[in-house]
């Protein structure tokens, strides 16, 4: 979300209520709206696209409902008895800690779905011993799925914090399975073992046809870099290593340094020296996209790897990239490769009225260094350890994301875990009550299982949302971490876009109504609102005006932006709703986001699968609603 510019949220939000005129009564249950016949016959080229729905299949993972359904060796393992302390949320799995010899066993039965070409275990580990060998494994751990041994840790790995483990299970699909944790001691010395959120991610890896055409393909990011005292400048080392997916050879990739756009091409503040792996070229799009030479053209299928110094300084100003006093948001400031595809490189400028970023999921590997005093909340799942001189280091991981976002500052910080087993964190910066930043809290838990049961489950491990009322936009997403005023819709609608531009990806430059729309209509949903009539208050300025519009259109007419792309989409949405019937809809929109998982969409795309589960031809609703593409 990005609202139109210098105005609050309020001012959106008022807007919105004026087109919606939304009843508030809840939407119907997808189970529980009837299916028109012709619709049902209609429905088999929207179900061939994904042959796995993805999905979190471990239950109760962060052990905060109860016990079941684990299987305990012994009553009390699930615990949050004083002496350990949970990764996140209050209750957790201590196993051992006894100091005789003695064995615990906690175990769950999962069925990976069939179909499914990625599935990844991952668990919090945080090992407590008081043996001081430093070469004897006396005490053990192994993790298990089915009879295979995934791991076996000791008291060798004792640790500060938490760790995370991770390991592909894909082998698994379509097998029922135990995921298992067995600790032994031995006669004495203590070890605990305790671990916390484990989580199983199955997902279908089904890339959209036209997906094959855009490279650089399979972007992983590594990146390395260290802050100065506030958090205001960080330098160091990133690099990019991506294949060529297209038939046409690679010669050159872009990186785009967007927040060049808060600077100047004489005081950029964002800077890429000593490139290694290619030859930088020159500087475009205000200092916003560096050309790179590769040594020779990659074919289709071959890979390659640059480096380059990085360095980032933070300007003055509570926005995506800026700092509001002490506390910092770092977002779109790490070099990311720029897509090509049929229509060429797709270089557009910086837009402050919305986002033009379009990016490929990439994985991302980044290590923080910074003042211990700092919190530092980033995209990803994050781990911290002691550094030198009263430093902590930060490691965060994230897996096929879009883009890596994170904040720095003496932030407050509460923590709590969904009722399907997301962990959440809620940073606030000074002047947000501690009962405002509860109310956020609550408000991310429901929403971010509200949009998870609707759409497919949430794939990023943890959620961190930075809370400043100094935000002159309601809100802004990244991948696992937002910002946000303390308001209830703008918060469910930021990580609404955790599916909508996260998960299915699109051009947010060219089709912003593909992210934007689609989340309004999903924060309606969660929020139980049915836009009720809100199409009849929509008034066209001029005939140029679209709903699918390029953000090109919206920045000439940018006080039509948030009505039209934000207002009228949504309410197109819910009128494709109540043509096609709660269920029918409700089952269009999750097959499309498991059709396109990781992927990219297109406008052309979206009304073909509305199409595909239509009784009806939709021509005449695609012109009426003014969408096209």
């Not at 209050?90 to 179909?115: K, Y």
Request: some cysteine; proline content about 4%.
């Amino acid at each position: 979300m990005r609202g139109t510019p210098h105005k609050a949220v309020a001012a959106i939000v008022s807007t919105v209520a004026a087109l919606a005129a939304a009843a508030l009564l809840p939407a119907a249950p997808a189970a529980a709206a009837a299916q028109p016949a012709a619709a049902r016959t209609t429905a088999a080229p929207a179900q061939r696209a994904a042959a796995c729905t993805p999905a979190q299949v471990v239950a109760n993972g962060g052990f905060e409902s109860g016990t079941t359904p684990w299987s305990q060796s012994q009553t009390g393992l699930i615990t949050n008895r004083t002496g350990q302390s949970a990764h996140a949320g209050g209750w957790f799995a201590w196993l051992n800690g006894v100091g005789s010899t003695h064995t615990d066993t906690l175990s769950q039965s999962v069925t990976i779905p069939s179909g499914c070409s990625t599935a990844t275990l991952t668990f919090w580990l945080h090992v407590d011993t008081a043996e001081r060998t430093t070469s004897v494994k006396y005490d053990t751990l192994t993790a298990k799925i089915g009879s295979t041994a995934l791991a076996t840790y000791s008291n060798l790995d004792k640790n500060t914090g938490y760790v995370q483990k991770s390991f592909d299970v894909s082998a698994f699909a379509g097998q029922t399975v135990t995921v298992a944790f067995t600790g032994s001691e031995d006669s004495s010395l203590q070890t605990s073992f305790v671990v916390d959120d484990v989580a199983l991610d199955t997902s279908g890896g089904t890339v959209p046809p036209t997906d094959s055409t855009r490279t650089p393909a399979a972007p992983s990011y590594t990146v390395n870099l260290s802050s100065d005292t506030n958090g205001f400048v960080w330098t160091g080392h990133e690099t990019a290593s991506f294949t060529n997916a297209s038939a046409t050879p690679l010669s050159e990739v872009y990186l785009r340094l967007w927040d060049n756009y808060h600077g100047s091409c004489s005081a950029m503040p964002i800077t890429v020296t000593h490139v290694t792996g290619g030859t930088a070229g020159a500087l475009s799009v205000a200092c916003t996209a560096l050309k790179i030479d590769l040594p020779a053209p990659l074919a289709q299928g071959q890979s390659a790897t640059i480096g380059f110094d990085l360095s980032i300084t933070v300007p003055s100003g509570a926005d995506r990239f800026g700092h509001d006093g002490a506390f910092s948001n770092i977002g779109n400031a790490l070099p990311v490769l720029a897509v090509r595809d049929g229509a060429g490189w797709h270089l557009d400028p910086y837009t402050n009225n919305g986002e033009s970023f379009y990016s490929l999921a990439a994985d991302f590997n980044v290590t923080l260094d910074h003042p211990a005093g700092l919190l530092v909340p980033a995209t990803g799942t994050s781990a911290d350890t002691p550094g030198t001189s009263g430093r902590t280091v930060t490691k965060a991981t994230a897996s096929k994301v879009r883009d890596f976002a994170w904040g720095a500052g003496p932030f407050a910080k509460i923590s709590g875990t969904s009722a399907a087993g997301t962990p959440i964190n809620i940073y606030s910066v000074s002047g947000i009550s501690s009962s405002d930043a509860q109310s956020m809290l609550t408000t991310a838990k429901n929403a971010v299982d509200a949009h998870a049961a609707r759409f497919g489950a949430y794939p990023y491990g943890e959620l961190d949302a930075v809370i400043d009322n100094n935000y002159w936009f309601g809100g802004m997403e990244y991948p696992g971490f937002v910002l946000d005023l303390v308001s209830t819709t703008a918060l469910t609608h930021e990580i609404g876009h955790q599916w909508f531009y996260g998960i299915v990806g699109d051009d947010e430059y060219a089709s912003p109504w593909l992210d934007e729309a689609f989340t309004d209509y999903a924060t309606d949903l969660a929020l139980g609102k049915t836009g009720t009539n809100c199409w009849n208050s929509v008034s066209w300025a001029s005939s140029a005006e679209k709903i699918t519009n390029s953000m090109a259109y919206w920045d000439a007419n940018s006080s039509r932006y948030s009505t039209v792309v934000y207002g009228y989409g949504k309410c197109a949405l819910h009128d494709l709703r109540r043509q096609l019937g709660d269920t029918v809809m409700a089952k269009l929109l999750k097959d499309y986001a498991a059709a396109h998982w990781y992927g990219v969409s297109t406008t052309a795309e979206f009304k073909a699968a509305a199409q595909a589960v239509s009784a009806t031809d939709l021509t005449s609703f695609w012109t009426q609603h003014r969408i096209e593409g």
